[in-house]
Nanobody, 124 residues
């Protein structure tokens, strides 16, 4: 069982930046960030492979966000720049471990472990 603890959410003005952190209690295979507006499905933001650092991003990121991982701290980060009001959402960290079923890097079912979510609000 892996527990994920997120931090770093908050409120910023359009064009601002935030860095989200996700600390894992154990080794992971993939770590990802999703976001969800209440009443809608989870939308993947980015994924990183914990061992080799390979990354994937959703198209809407458009070079504004960077996902990274510090394996010594078992912590993944999401650096978000040039934020817009459309980025307002609850952001969730998700992780999988070796042996978990895989349905695609962007599928919520590929991630067995989830954090509690952190609110990101972008408004003027």
């Amino acid at each position: 069982q892996v527990q994920l603890v997120e931090s770093g959410g908050g409120s910023v003005q359009p064009g601002g930046s935030l860095r989200l952190s996700c600390a894992a209690s154990g080794d992971t295979r993939r770590m990802a960030w999703f976001r969800q507006v209440p009443g809608k499905k989870h939308e993947v933001v980015a994924m990183i492979m914990s061992v080799d650092g390979r990354t994937e991003y959703s198209d809407f990121v458009n070079g504004r966000f960077t996902i990274s991982v510090d394996n010594s701290k078992r912590t993944a980060y999401l650096q978000m720049n040039d934020l817009t009001p459309e980025d307002t959402d609850v952001y969730y960290c998700a992780a999988s471990v070796i042996g978990d079923p895989f349905y695609g890097w962007d599928a919520p079912l590929s991630y067995k472990f989830w954090g509690q979510g952190t609110q990101v609000t972008v408004s003027s």
